[in-house]
């Protein structure tokens, strides 16, 4: 019934900087954590950033220093400010909304990334 809607994607030169974003089309309750996966051609799909309701983050370590996840002024809204870009950071990037219990989840329809070296 709710859909995240993710905006921000496209080509961008290495050592370029990116802003997903990711809102849900209706408010979203009892959200308890927020965040981006991406997959690779060839790759796993992998957890980029997550932050939980109470505002504790997480990344992975290879976007660390570089990526940066926050909730917008509503809490159904999630943002990824990608900096200093990389060919390997070529991917395509989903949103995830957690919520409830026993948890459940809305997930965004994805936004290409590509970063040319």
């Known amino acids: 019934q709710v859909q995240l809607v993710e905006s921000g994607g496209g080509l961008v030169q290495a050592g370029g900087s990116l802003r997903l974003s990711c809102v849900g089309t209706?408010?979203?309750?009892?959200?308890?954590?927020m965040g981006w996966y991406r997959q690779a051609p060839g790759k796993q799909r992998e957890l980029v950033a997550g932050i939980t309701s109470r505002g504790g983050t997480n990344y992975a370590e290879s976007v660390k220093g570089r990526f940066t996840i926050s909730t917008g002024n509503t809490k159904d809204t999630v943002y990824l400010q990608m900096n200093s870009l990389k060919p390997e950071d070529t991917a395509v990037y989903y949103c995830y909304v957690n919520f409830g219990y026993p948890p459940k989840e809305y997930w965004g329809q994805g936004t290409q990334v590509t970063v040319s070296s």
């Open positions: 209706r408010t979203i309750f009892n959200i308890n954590a």
